[in-house]
């Protein structure tokens, strides 16, 4: 497994529904988050409870990126299923995504992990979380207070 990726690192690309992930952090960054595998006990209350947050994390400005091993169709199915129209699933069945992030295991699936990508996109911060538990929403939360992602953008 390569090393997580540090805060201030590029974001590695990937095709987010058409447009890659730096163009789709420009209005106010992105959540990267991994799920080891759709459909188990803790994924789908990790997902229930990304989905109920949602809003409170900035979406949909903020895209919340939802990324396992799963094909598009299944995660597709998954998200509808728990009714997490919210969050964006985006299938890494070759952990190719995981690997850039270092959140590929041995055993053929992503760590839960957790990424703030920023507008210009840097992580901002990442974390990997313990892969029997959800996520800690209130470190998402905290990322976001300290990141100010939703201030004014400016190109100067």
Known sequence: MSPLLAAGAAAPSF??????????????GAFVLFLPLAGAPVCREDVRQLALAATELGAPRRPLFVLSVDSAAHGARFLQELAAAPLLHVSDRDLAIAGAFGVARREGVAERASFLVGRDGRVVAGAVHPIGFVRPLKLLRDWLAQAALDAPHSSA
Do not use: F, K, T
């Open 15 to 28: 095709d987010c529904g058409g447009s890659p992930l730096a163009e789709r952090c420009r209005a106010a």
